[in-house]
């Protein structure tokens, strides 16, 4: 296909540099994201212990302190998926395995800060099942994964010694 259609060369550098371009504005916006949610995690954290004296046994102060640590985790999980290195052999499956373990981090952390008496039956069941399902998936894409790099999964060939 790269020596029939005219321009095809030019063309996929010119979207490289793009993706390259979106990567590094994409990266710096999250790295500021990231950034400002941990200074929001130190102040909280700092407000909670002068003010409060950061009551560890109350449920809705480590609802809070663990909703705002793991917004940052996300945002920096984020970042990290958009660093895979273009070109490498499993781009993809990197970056697959990078939105999986974002969905289940958030996931995680809605079950985190949800207030189980405001909540229905049904939601709680369907946010289980996306857990469920994002965990099997993972499962299955990072067995996947393994297998192609574990060598004792590839079966060797014996010799005999007669040969």
Not at 46 to 54: D, N, Y
Not at 103 to 124: C, P, T
Request: aromatic residues 6%; proline residues 4%; charged residues 15%.
């Amino acid at each position: 296909m790269k020596n029939t259609l005219p321009g095809f060369l030019r063309l996929s550098r010119l979207f490289d540099m793009f993706e390259g371009a979106a990567m590094l504005i994409l990266s710096v916006c999250i790295t500021l994201v990231a950034c400002l949610g941990l200074l929001h995690v130190v102040v909280a954290v700092a407000r909670l212990t002068i003010h409060a004296g950061l009551n560890p046994t109350e449920p809705a102060v480590l609802q809070e302190i663990f909703g705002l640590f793991f917004t940052v985790l996300i945002a920096l999980e984020f970042r990290h998926s958009i660093l895979v290195l273009p070109g490498s052999e499993s781009q993809g499956m990197i970056r697959m395995r990078s939105v999986l373990l974002i969905g289940m981090m958030a996931a995680v952390r809605k079950f985190i800060v949800l207030d189980l008496n405001g909540v229905n039956v049904s939601e709680l069941l369907a946010l289980s099942a996306a857990v469920l399902s994002l965990s099997a998936a993972y499962w299955l894409v990072r067995g996947k994964a393994m297998a192609r790099t574990d060598p004792s999964a590839v079966p060797q060939q014996t010799s005999s010694p007669n040969q």
